[in-house]
């Protein structure tokens, strides 16, 4: 069974610009979170989909936004790039909301 | 004060050692508790997951908790050098998946 496959891996982006990561679940999974992950904080909550609905969202600005699919993949958005937004964004599936979930490799995104 | 807390480490032990990993958080309404490994430069990896006080093993693993300290532990037996990584512990309110985590702890196991 695949696992929860997130797209780019790496990116570069300059400050101001904007970025979209993407996340395909495990299969017959239907909620999807997103956190984020850097040295200085750790890992925190970003927000989470489940059918389509955003259900709960973590303490970030609004730059940073997400929606999810029909078929439950999700994407989150972070637009006006700021040099602090450099992190690994993790992606984690769950078959419903409450579940245990699992994570993704993560997608590298460095600002500069 | 931070809904985890988790000793930070790092933490250095020979092969085949017992490892303690300690975790402790605030709101009594916490139900669920993980522990996660993470690999440098990967995300993290479902070790153990519990919802009640008392103990629970797997393989080399066991998972304790103390809900009346608010206290979690992993405890890792006979060490292996794979052990190494970062493990962080997570908490959660049921039906939230909105997990909160420990800072992690850098584990190395010498050979």
């Known amino acids: 069974k695949a696992g929860v496959t997130q797209t780019p891996r790496y990116l570069i982006k300059t400050r101001g610009q904007q970025v979209t990561l993407s996340c395909s679940p495990i299969?017959?999974?239907?909620?999807v979170s997103w956190y984020q992950q850097t040295p200085g904080q750790g890992l925190q909550f970003l927000f989470e989909y489940f059918s389509e609905t955003q259900r709960n969202k973590g303490n970030f600005p609004g730059r940073f936004s997400g929606r999810q699919f029909s078929n439950s993949r999700s994407e989150m958005n972070v637009s006006t790039l700021e040099l602090g937004d450099s992190a690994l964004y993790l992606c984690a599936s769950s078959l419903y909301s409450g579940n245990t979930i699992y994570f993704g490799e993560g997608s590298w995104l460095t600002v500069v | 004060q931070k809904e985890v807390e988790q000793d930070p480490g790092p933490l250095s032990v020979p092969e085949g050692a017992i490892v303690s990993l300690n975790c402790t958080y605030s709101n009594s309404a916490f139900q669920y508790f993980m522990w996660y490994r993470q690999y440098s430069r990967k995300g993290p990896e479902l070790l153990m997951y519990t919802y009640s006080s008392g103990n629970k093993e797997d393989g080399r693993f066991t998972a304790q908790v103390d809900k009346s300290s608010k206290y979690i532990s992993l405890f890792i037996r006979d060490s292996q050098p794979s052990d190494s990584a970062t493990y962080l512990c997570?908490?959660?309110?049921?039906?939230?998946?909105?997990?909160?985590f420990g800072t992690g702890t850098r584990l190395t196991v010498i050979p």
């Open positions: 997570a908490i959660d309110q049921t039906g939230a998946n909105n997990l909160f």
């Open positions: 299969s017959g999974h239907r909620s």
